[in-house]
T-cell receptor, first 115, second 115 residues
Framework: GAGVSQTPSNKVTEKGKYVELRCDPI?????LYWYRQSLGQGPEFLIY????????DSGLPNDRFFAVRPEGSVSTLKIQRTERGDSAVYLC?????????????FGPGTRLTVL | AQKVTQAQTEISVVEKEDVTLDCVYE???????LFWYKQPPSGELVFLIR??????QNEISGRYSWNFQKSTSSFNFTITASQVVDSAVYFC????????????FGTGTRLTIIP
């Protein structure tokens, strides 16, 4: 079946602009995670959804970052007033549930470049 | 707080050699999960293995094997008879067991197999 998909694959924007990054999880997966990967680093957790609600947003760096998952499937990560330091690859993952026995499957990521 | 350390930043070996990637973790949880992911040049994280903290049996899957030692908080990964297709960045990761499987990743080891 189809894996996790993310759009766009690349996004170039100017400092101060607003961006939206989209994630389509694997069909039927109730848990969805966003991570951010800076160059040469491992992915860092941002936010996790169980269904429609954000169960843990402790990784969001500040209030410029926000994510939604209104129907419990597709999720959008929104970044306001982008800064150059926001440049990174944003990864989405989904798992069948939030149970610790479930594996997270990752999408290809969106590479965000803020000029 | 949880932490994963992958001290080897880069490793190069000649094809057909065996190679071991080290992973050391820190956690205060008694129940936790350990993972290895592969990130090839295409960028998508590929799940390799998950082990829980109660299962210290070593595991072998084809040319891959994993050595989990709770006494030293290590979860090392060995590739035998390496192949060029094994070239990638490999990440070790750790999660809690509280119904939220957010992953804490190490910084990764870039493995290059020289033909």
């Amino acid at each position: 079946g189809a894996g996790v998909s993310q759009t766009p694959s690349n996004k170039v924007t100017e400092k101060g602009k607003y961006v939206e990054l989209r994630c389509d999880p694997i069909s039927g997966h109730t848990a969805l995670y966003w991570y951010r990967q800076s160059l040469g680093q491992g992915p860092e957790f941002l936010i996790y959804f169980q269904g429609t609600g954000a169960a843990d947003d402790s990784g969001l760096p500040n209030d410029r970052f926000f994510a939604v998952r209104p129907e419990g499937s597709v999720s959008t990560l929104k970044i306001q007033r982008t800064e150059r330091g926001d440049s990174a690859v944003y990864l989405c993952a989904s798992s069948q549930s939030s149970a610790s026995t479930d594996t997270q499957y990752f999408g290809p990521g969106t590479r965000l470049t803020v000029l | 707080a949880q932490k994963v350390t992958q001290a080897q930043t880069e490793i190069s070996v000649v094809e057909k050699e065996d190679v071991t990637l080290d992973c050391v973790y820190e956690t205060r949880d008694t129940t936790y999960y350990l993972f290895w992911y592969k990130q090839p040049p295409s960028g998508e994280l590929v799940f390799l293995i998950r082990r829980n903290s109660f299962d210290e049996q070593n595991e072998i899957s084809g040319r891959y094997s994993w050595n989990f030692q709770k006494s030293t908080s290590s979860f090392n990964f060995t590739i035998t008879a390496s192949q060029v297709v094994d070239s990638a960045v490999y990440f070790c990761a750790l999660s809690q067991n509280f119904g939220n499987e957010k992953l804490t990743f190490g910084t990764g080891t870039r493995l290059t197999i020289i033909p």
